[in-house]
């Protein structure tokens, strides 16, 4: 096994902007496949980043200085993980790997989203049906937040993300800057994955061949549970720090694996911002919960722990109890803080007490509700996928929502696992969750409420792009669509369920 705390934790370098045209940075970047040190007792792991960068650079744009980037594939021709040709056909004969970058919580116009059949092989020899061109272009109409990019490819993004195409995209604000958070060495992006690797340090995915295990990992494309925790690219890493304040900007990059974290010496975290931007007023806490795709910012606190080394653990069981359980020896270790003992000099920043204003969508005001249901069933050929609304991807579009309208979905969680729902281009609020009975719900599709009503987590009360559906609940949301029409995507964010089939377009159109 692994040592751990052996590699210091890597930053990802900063992406520049190759020209400016008319003051708008023009970015160029090329996925390539890429040797990498993950660990310093495994030898080199072949990877596919941005810019053969695992993960791949972080972005920092700005709120409203829009920014352009040329998305190129230099991939290798063949794809290094297995895929089950029965489960995907499509590849037999599109032997050229596809990918279609996605900017996950971005506010952007539908051809720069990524859309999963707008995907391009290399050099753009084949594109799907939706491509439209090379170049998005992303607004950064939003508030400083915490956004990551990602491939998006149609039923093959748990490969592409596991191979490594995935880094951090960071907006920031004068609102955020005026608060005057720790900055350079003391604001620091944590992005985690789970990986296996095999001897030679080749990263493991099984394929799809060896068996689900039953009631663990029921579905057609099991979910992935890595054995070695990665952050920014190395396995179990440790970050020297100075007794003093740090901002983490934490992604859980997983394919499936939830992380509840906490501090080894029972400290608290001082959440600042979640998936969308800062929260109205810090919230201390002692532990995180954060299902794939989510992000929280966090403030830890070391001036009290002069000398001490403190580790970041895990213990999440989600989202299938038995399948994703972590092992303090493994996975339930992240990784380590070992705080110095020379003070730092002119550490003054107070924290605000107000960090910013967050109006409540009123729910009086939706003009739609909708019920979903998150859904397992057998697929043609009898193995189980999940699915949104019961239906398949290729079914007819049956969300339509109006622009500048503001509708309530109701997730209806009739499966046994907790899904991380994710909408495309809007943000939302979470109104409420609450248990229900499942068997009457399928006998004669209403829901009938079996517990209490609760609001959102406290660490859920900002803006959202991604929540936590609970089996046997419903989740509520509220969210005003906009600002522009088109065609996006909703579906959960556990790969190996959106690759098979729990994934579909939406579209927001003019009334
Ligand atoms: Cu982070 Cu549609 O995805
Ligand atoms: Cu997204
Ligand atoms: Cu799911």
Not at 310 to 321: E, H, V
Not at 363 to 382: I, V
Not at 474 to 490: A, D, N
Request: glycine share 8%; hydrophobic share 35%; net charge negative.
């Amino acid at each position: 096994m692994l040592e751990k705390f052996v590699d210091a934790l890597p930053i990802p370098t900063t992406k520049q902007p190759s020209r400016t045209i008319d003051g708008v940075p023009m970015y160029e970047v090329t996925m390539k496949e890429a040797h990498v040190h993950i660990h310093r007792d495994l030898p080199p792991t072949r990877i596919w980043g941005y810019d053969g960068q695992f993960p791949g650079p972080t972005f920092h744009a700005n709120t409203g200085e829009p920014v352009c980037v040329l998305w190129k594939n230099k991939l290798p021709p063949t794809h290094f993980l297995p895929i089950d040709f029965t489960v995907h056909g499509a590849e037999k004969s599109q032997p050229e790997v596809r990918t279609v970058v996605h900017l996950h919580g971005g506010v952007t116009e539908d051809w720069s989203d990524g859309y999963p059949e707008a995907w391009f092989t290399r050099d753009f020899k084949q594109v799907g049906s939706y491509f439209s061109q090379p170049t998005y272009m992303y607004p950064n109409i939003q508030k400083a937040t915490n956004l990551w990019y990602h491939d998006h490819a149609m039923g093959i993004t748990r490969l592409n993300i596991y191979a490594g195409l995935f880094g951090m995209y960071i907006i920031h604000d004068d609102e955020e800057r005026s608060h005057l958070l720790p900055t350079g060495y003391y604001d620091i992006p944590l992005i985690l994955c789970d990986r296996s690797f095999h001897e030679d340090g080749s990263l493991y995915y099984p394929s799809q061949s060896e068996k689900p295990v039953k009631d663990v990992n029921p579905s057609v494309i099991p979910d992935f549970f890595g054995d070695t925790i990665v952050v920014n690219g190395k396995a179990w890493p440790y970050l020297q720090v100075e007794p003093r304040r740090y901002r983490f900007r934490v992604l859980n990059g997983s394919n499936a694996r939830f992380y509840k974290m906490s501090l080894s010496n029972g400290h608290s975290f001082i959440i600042i911002g979640t998936d969308q931007g800062l929260v109205r007023t810090p919230i201390e806490t002692s532990s995180i919960l954060l299902a794939p795709a989510e992000r929280v910012d966090v403030i830890i606190d070391f001036s009290s722990y002069e000398g001490e080394s403190i580790i970041l653990l895990n213990d999440a069981a989600a989202p299938f109890p038995q399948g994703g359980q972590p092992d303090r020896k493994t996975t339930g270790t992240i990784m380590q803080f070992r705080v110095g003992t020379t003070p730092t000099i002119g550490y003054k920043e107070p924290l605000p007490y107000i960090l910013t204003t967050i109006p409540m969508l009123n729910e009086q005001e939706a003009s739609c509700r909708r019920n979903l249901t998150l859904s397992m069933r057998p697929d043609q050929y009898g193995r189980n996928i999940h699915l949104l609304d019961d239906r398949l991807w290729t079914e007819p579009i049956s969300e339509k929502a109006c622009l500048g309208s503001i509708e309530v979905w109701t997730l209806i969680n009739l499966s046994k696992a907790t899904h991380p729902i994710h909408l495309h281009l809007v943000q939302f609020q979470i109104l409420d969750r609450q248990p229900f009975d499942r068997e009457v719900y399928e006998k004669d599709g209403t829901i009938t409420r079996t517990g209490p009503r609760r609001g959102p987590e406290r660490i859920e009360q900002g803006w959202k792009d991604t929540v936590r559906a609970n089996p046997g609940e419903v989740t509520r949301i509220i969210m005003q669509f906009g600002p522009f029409t088109g065609l996006y995507v909703w579906h959960c964010h556990i790969l190996e369920h959106e690759d098979y089939e729990m994934m579909r377009p939406y579209v927001v159109v003019i009334q």
